[in-house]
């Protein structure tokens, strides 16, 4: 069972935080009771965030060449981090994470826990609160202004869909071993990008100057977020091929020879 049901944005959890918890905490709980009552017990993967961590403002940031950084893990956030659950959807994703890992612990399900970074790729309908990098892609597509929360120079790991598929196909085969653990799965440090970034690599392949404004910090966002990813590699083999500029540009191909679809839902 692949568990990728949830509400996905911090701005609407701010909102309401009741429907938040009851979709992401609550409806996590009665799909792991229905697992375990039933006779099948199967595998169960589910897609958490790296909302979990919170803050981490214990961790200095810096800015280098433009863009922030941690200024002391050059390999990025590991699963032995602290969890610090920020803002209702942190509470409400984080709760589910390890009511998973719990129920292995305990009731010996065969759960796995992906803490995933922002993820982006083919038939991603992103908007403005959740999926950025096709939020921003499509609305480049069709002029659309784009608002920055921030200053632009946040950064995130990104992983293209390809690569986080083939993360659970691996982790399936290798059940023995990824059995009640969680994984940092993202594109890790060498697949970074900033927002700033993002419309450089747009203005290229659309070939075309983006119109753009810059607006103040939204609730829960993290001025860099940055996934070690190596005890995925470590434990089943796992780890990303795709690169931040070919996933960028083959989403702006997609969004190209899809655009009529496109306009038949934002317009």
Aim: proline fraction near 3%; aromatic fraction near 14%.
């Amino acid at each position: 069972m692949f568990h990728f049901a949830a509400q996905v944005a911090v701005t609407t959890s701010v909102l309401d935080p009741r429907e938040d918890f009851e979709i992401n905490a609550l409806g996590t709980f009665n799909v792991l009771e229905a697992i375990r009552q039933s006779g099948s017990k199967p595998i169960v993967l589910y897609s958490s965030t790296n909302k979990v961590y919170g803050g981490m403002e214990h961790v200095k940031i810096v800015e280098r060449n433009g863009e922030y950084d941690y200024e002391s893990l050059p390999l990025g956030v590991s699963e032995a981090e602290q969890l610090d659950f920020h803002s209702p959807y942190g509470c409400s994703k984080g709760t589910a994470d390890q009511y998973m890992i719990d129920y292995s612990r305990i009731y010996g399900l065969r759960t796995v826990v992906f803490r995933q970074s922002c993820i982006y790729g083919y038939r991603q309908f992103g908007v403005e609160d959740q999926g950025w990098v096709a939020h921003f892609t499509i609305s480049s597509m069709f002029d659309r202004p784009l608002t920055i929360y921030g200053d632009g120079k946040q950064v995130r790991d990104v992983l293209f869909i390809d690569d986080l598929v083939r993360a659970y196909d691996m982790a399936i085969k290798n059940i023995n071993v990824t059995a009640g653990k969680a994984y940092n799965i993202g594109g890790g440090p060498n697949k970074k990008m900033s927002l700033l970034n993002l419309i450089g690599y747009l203005e290229k392949f659309f070939g075309k100057k983006l119109t753009y404004t810059f607006s103040t910090w939204r609730p829960g966002d993290q001025r860099v977020f940055i996934c070690d990813i190596r005890k995925a590699k470590n434990e089943f083999g796992w780890e990303p091929k795709i690169g931040v500029e070919e996933g960028v540009r083959l989403l702006a191909a997609w969004v190209k020879e899809n655009k009529e679809e496109f306009k038949s839902i934002y317009f």
